[in-house]
Structure formats: C-alpha cells, structure tokens
C-alpha cells in the first residue's frame, strides 16, 4: 500500500516563498497523476495543481496560475509544489494525492500547514 508523506509547509511572510515535497513509499507507484490540494481553515479541501506521472502534463488552479510550480521526480517517487509569492489567502493545510486513470484521488497524506502572515 501506498503511503505520501507531505513536508516543506510553514510560517511565511506575503511575498515569500516556500517548497513542498510529498514522497510515497512502497513497493511500486505508477500513478497516472498527482494532485496537490489545500483546506483554508474552516472551508473543504479544493485543487490547487497536478501533473500526470509520465507525460508530466500540468494543470493548476487559476488562483495560483504564475505562482506555483509542480513537478516530480520519478526516480525518487515525489512530487513537489514550488510556491512563490505567496499571498495569505493561500494559508491552508496542504495535502498530496494520487489517482489512477478514470479513478478517483486516494492515498491522501497528512497534509503540512502552510502559514502566510500579512
């Protein structure tokens, strides 16, 4: 089974920048895709971005269009979410995931927080 283990989050000032990794673990992990998503504090989880595992197609929310970057290493099984100018509407616990093709995201980590003081 498939674990994701999310790191990188933290205090920040608006404008900041910070990176984050999410690395799975087990014996095999060929995805069709990864998703990075984010809860604000009181609101559900929405999408921010994600990258098929292959191709390396990317698609992102328009909130953090020019300001968020996601990539990954197939080598070391991570995906990462490279955050520049950040705003404190992007402060939210950050989660990673994975899906199959035609399938639903699964295998959510544990999120990291992700803090973006004014």
């Known amino acids: 089974q498939v674990q994701l283990v999310e790191s990188g989050g933290g205090l920040v000032q608006a404008g900041g920048s910070l990176s984050l990794s999410c690395a799975a673990s087990?014996?095999?992990?060929?995805?069709?895709?990864m998703g990075w998503f984010r809860q604000p504090p009181g609101k559900e989880r929405v999408f921010v971005a994600a990258?098929?595992?292959?191709?390396?197609?990317?698609m992102y929310t328009d909130s953090v269009k020019g300001r968020f970057t996601i990539s990954r290493d197939n080598a070391k099984n991570t995906v990462y979410l490279q955050m520049n100018s950040l705003k404190p509407e992007d402060t939210a616990v950050y989660y990673c995931?994975?899906?199959?093709?035609?399938?639903?995201?699964?295998?959510w980590g544990q999120g990291t927080q992700v803090t973006v003081s004014s």
């Open positions: 995931a994975r899906r199959d093709l035609g399938g639903a995201y699964d295998g």
């Open positions: 087990g014996r095999t992990f060929s995805p069709y895709q």
């Open positions: 990258i098929t595992w292959t191709a390396g197609r990317t």
